[in-house]
């Protein structure tokens, strides 16, 4: 029966009933254009904070309310995210110099790409923990700083230590 229609001249359907399909698209994935991904906003440098202990008290009770147990990022992610820090937490800890190392500074800035691969790919459980920590801000607010690292090592290890306070993980 197809057959026939191709035979008289015709030619390919211009659409399909597949909502996928290359042809129905209009401007983006899904329906006329809706659902287009939003641009990710620019990360701005923020310090961190002096009590980073209860801002990091602060986030994890604010994501343990607001995130169901099944979406909240799970005990080994957050622990594979500080040891990115600790291994730059153990060079720098022993030396008095104000500026961090050039491997150092090199090491946070791969830190940064990891936790930005690590949130694109898992957007809901790493994503969100990652904005609310707000990561990519105080990491960026670093820079060369020395004691900044250091501090941000330390929230590291307290948003850890909340995380498993408030029994938060999800085992693995």
């Known amino acids: 029966m197809m057959n026939d229609y191709y035979q008289q001249g015709n030619s390919k359907p211009k659409f399909n009933n597949n ?82 190392l050039p491997e150092s500074v090199t090491k946070l800035r791969m830190m940064r790409v990891r936790i930005l691969y690590d949130s694109g790919r898992d957007s809901v459980k790493v994503g969100e923990f990652v904005k609310k920590a707000k990561l990519l801000e105080y990491l960026k607010g670093i820079g060369s700083d020395r004691k900044a690292c250091i501090q941000f090592a330390h929230y590291m290890e307290a948003l850890v230590a909340y995380h498993r306070y408030y029994d938060i993980g999800i085992k693995e």
């Open 19 to 100: 909502q996928r399909s290359w042809d129905n698209r209009q401007g983006g994935s899904g329906r006329l254009g809706q659902n287009k991904p939003q641009p990710p906003q620019e990360i701005i440098a923020e310090p961190i904070p002096e009590e980073y202990v209860d801002a990091a008290e602060q986030v994890m009770k604010s994501y343990r309310e607001n995130s169901t147990k099944k979406d909240q990022i799970t005990t080994s992610k957050i622990r594979s995210l500080l040891s990115l820090i600790s291994e730059i937490y153990d060079v720098e800890r022993l030396r008095k110099e104000e500026s961090l």
